[in-house]
């Protein structure tokens, strides 16, 4: 899953994991994060997830993070939004009022920037790479966010032998093993959604349910 992957990706257009509402997982249990209106969260392979808009729409400022331009340009594009343009070294930065867009690698996004976010919300980044790539994930860039800060992450599981990733399943045994040196995890809910995913169904996967955790950092 290198960066030409899901460049070419969206080159090509095959961007079903892209959904045209908001993930009503996030509506449901943003709450339970408890965070200050004004609170910075970060949402990495933001994509160009209509998510980041309804997180500004609760007061949060909102740095995003992504590879590809095309995303970074549809997603203010379809908002009717002309963002300003600049760049420093964690990448290209588009900005429009509270929503920061920086096109460019996840992992190379500094400790300075990433230290100012209070949360981060993470519905399609750990289960778009694959087991080593989320291993260093996880340790390199939740490691940079502060002692306090706090998340929602949603994950998919299913049996991994019937599918090919992305998205991969990661599941709760998983969740807690990449977490567990740095953050406290509680898993808020679990829920089977193989009747509503029929491209999964097509696929041959037998089982699918998604779950939700809150994360707090130590």
């Known amino acids: 899953m290198d960066a030409d992957f899901w460049l070419q990706r969206w080159n090509e257009g095959r961007t079903a994991f892209h959904q045209d509402k908001v993930m009503p997982l996030l509506e449901k249990h943003w709450p339970a994060l408890g965070l200050a209106a004004d609170s910075r969260v970060f949402v990495p392979l933001a994509g160009k997830t209509l998510d980041m808009h309804w997180l500004a729409a609760q007061g949060h400022e909102v740095l995003g993070c992504e590879l590809s331009p095309l995303a970074v340009d549809a997603f203010f594009a379809e908002a009717g939004l002309a963002p300003e343009v600049s760049t420093d070294a964690d990448g290209i930065h588009h900005r429009a009022g509270p929503l920061d867009l920086v096109r460019g ?18 519905r399609a980044a750990i289960i778009a790479l694959p087991p080593p790539m989320r291993a260093r994930y996880v340790a390199e ?5 502060p002692a306090g800060s706090r998340g929602l992450l949603i994950t998919l599981e299913y049996p991994q032998a019937e599918k090919d990733g992305p998205p991969f399943s990661v599941d709760e045994a998983e969740v807690r093993r990449l977490f567990a040196p740095g953050w406290d995890v509680d898993l808020r809910e679990r829920r089977d959604i193989l009747d509503q995913e029929p491209r999964f169904r097509d696929e041959g996967v037998t089982a699918l349910s998604t779950a939700v955790y809150r994360l707090t950092r130590r």
């Open 141 to 145: 860039v939740y490691g940079r966010l």
């Open 105 to 122: 690698d996840v992992f190379a996004l500094s400790a300075g920037l990433l230290g100012t976010v209070a949360a981060v919300y993470d």
